[in-house]
């Protein structure tokens, strides 16, 4: 079975913190995604990759970044947190152009 | 962008009823679309992928290339079908649809 963890399920920061979240992939797929999932809005991409050191930006990157230093794990950064990035974060990976793997999810809380 | 739409939010019948839910995409070429669900408290997980033409949980979708429709059905509906369902593409930028809650009542 594919495995994806992200390092917490509960994050609960403060506005104008550094935030990272963390996902590990163990299937070495080559592209990995960070979404952003909110009540009728769906899934929104923010960054994806489909290489080490690779990325590109999604929908809605604005307030964020990410790194991909290994294959197997993809960072987002929320470089300054603000209230509006209060939401539940997906990683997911895939081979390319097949089923994406998603993580359990890290719903953040800022305040 | 290549994009899938779900008109409804919200599908609410009771159980044994059909369901049916829509999914139209807006990109040109050979598309090739799956469907997944999140059942509450757990990740979102494929349902199913229109290329192997599978039947998941009594659950089937069919491509109509001439409507650009991926709809997602089943006969009778189960209170354990109750969850968020997202249409999306498999290409390279992702967008997935903006989810349909289904809501089946006993």
């Known amino acids: 079975d594919v495995k994806v963890t992200q390092s917490s399920r509960y994050l609960v920061k403060r506005t104008g913190e550094k935030v990272f979240l963390e996902c590990v992939q163990d299937?070495?797929?080559?592209?990995m995604f960070w979404y952003r999932q909110d009540p009728g809005l769906g899934l929104r991409l923010i960054y994806f990759s489909y290489d080490v050191k690779m990325k590109e930006k999604g929908d809605i990157p604005e307030g964020y970044s990410v790194s991909r230093e290994k294959k197997e794990r993809f960072s987002l950064i929320l470089e300054s947190a603000s209230t509006n990035q209060t939401s539940m974060y997906l990683c997911a990976s895939s081979v390319v152009s097949y089923e994406q793997y998603f993580g359990p999810g890290t719903r953040l809380t800022v305040t | 962008a290549q994009r899938v739409t779900q008109p409804e939010k919200l599908l609410s019948v009771f159980k044994g009823a059909p369901v049916e839910l829509k999914c139209n995409y807006s990109?040109?070429?050979?598309?090739?679309l799956f469907w997944y669900v999140q059942y509450s408290r757990q990740r979102l997980q494929l349902l199913l992928r229109h290329i192997s033409r599978e039947s998941i949980k009594g659950f089937t979708a069919d491509l109509n290339k001439g409507e650009t429709s991926f709809h997602l059905k089943k006969p009778f509906a189960q209170e354990e079908d109750s969850a968020m369902y997202y249409c999306?593409?498999?290409?390279?930028?992702?967008?997935f649809g903006t989810g349909t809650r289904l809501q089946v009542f006993p």
């Open positions: 299937m070495d797929h080559e592209n």
């Open positions: 990109y040109s070429g050979s598309p090739e």
């Open positions: 999306a593409p498999p290409y390279f930028k992702l967008i």
